[in-house]
């Protein structure tokens, strides 16, 4: 029976490409502490130092500590002179690349249905954001904490494993205190996603807009051990969900 869901934020409960995000996001913060760090040099040390958290695979410290291990003293700065210089930003300049982000028709109604099903809820993002960065971009999906009590926000804070580990999912599963099998993960990215999920024993729900698309070169469907319980676009799930599955047992749209 299902007792928890796990929603990835990023393209599947808000419209919102890395590949354009990141690098938008890395030179604002770069602008913004130009005044004491040559931009080319901070976005560097970004990349460089989100390399190391997103190796992070579980058996270390959270992703914020290792972030924090590489970042500063490759800028040559104390976390103490930079910190409140970053909290700035968060507060004035992150806001702004919301223009960025797409609202994503019937993410609000899962969301509100998952907790009206009684449901553990958690954002299941890839935890490489400060838990400022990810509540921001919650607001801009319509789903925000101050409307929403999540049993978890994955952030670089409170997270010791990045996607596509599968200790992410089991760290994720302890939290909850869930088994695999009491939960479902929803999510768009078939490597981070789904194939690390279905690894520990989650089923999944692919966020595919192409229900016929196949799975990414070099992967199997199979390789998910008949744990990817559907796909099709959010709205796809919204029918589905409606139609009663949690008690039916029914899928949606099959793999």
């Given amino acids: 029976m299902l007792k928890a869901i796990l929603f990835d934020l990023d393209d599947t409960l808000l419209g919102n490409s890395m590949d354009s995000f990141i690098p938008a996001y890395f030179q604002a913060l770069a602008q913004h502490m130009s005044h004491l760090i040559q931009p080319d040099r901070l976005i560097a040390a970004l990349m460089r130092s989100t390399a190391v958290a997103m190796a992070n695979d579980g058996t270390g410290p959270t992703n914020e500590q290792a972030f924090a291990a590489a970042f500063y003293p490759e800028l040559g700065h104390e976390p103490d002179e930079l910190i409140p210089h970053f909290e700035r930003f968060y507060a004035q300049e992150f806001p702004k690349l919301r223009s960025l982000t797409c609202r994503i028709p019937n993410s609000r109604s899962l969301v509100e249905w998952a907790f009206e099903q009684g449901l553990q809820v958690a954002i299941a993002t890839n935890p490489l954001f400060p838990r400022v960065a990810v509540e921001e971009r919650l607001g801009w999906a319509g789903v925000p904490l101050t409307e929403f009590n999540y049993a978890l926000v994955t952030t670089y804070e409170n997270m010791h494993a990045t996607k596509p580990h599968p200790s992410y999912y089991r760290e994720i599963l302890a939290v909850l205190g869930r088994e695999p099998a009491e939960s ?42 008949g744990l990817l319980v559907g796909r099709g676009s959010m709205a796809d799930l919204w029918a589905w969900a409606k139609a009663g599955w949690v008690s039916s047992g029914d899928s949606g749209q099959t793999a």
Avoid: F, K
Wanted: a negative charge.
């Fill in 184 to 225: 479902l993960m929803v999510g768009d990215n078939w490597e981070h996603d789904i194939l690390p999920a279905t690894s520990v024993g989650i089923p999944c729900y692919w966020i595919s807009a192409v229900v016929d698309r196949p799975a990414p070169s070099g992967s199997v469907q199979g390789d998910t051990s």
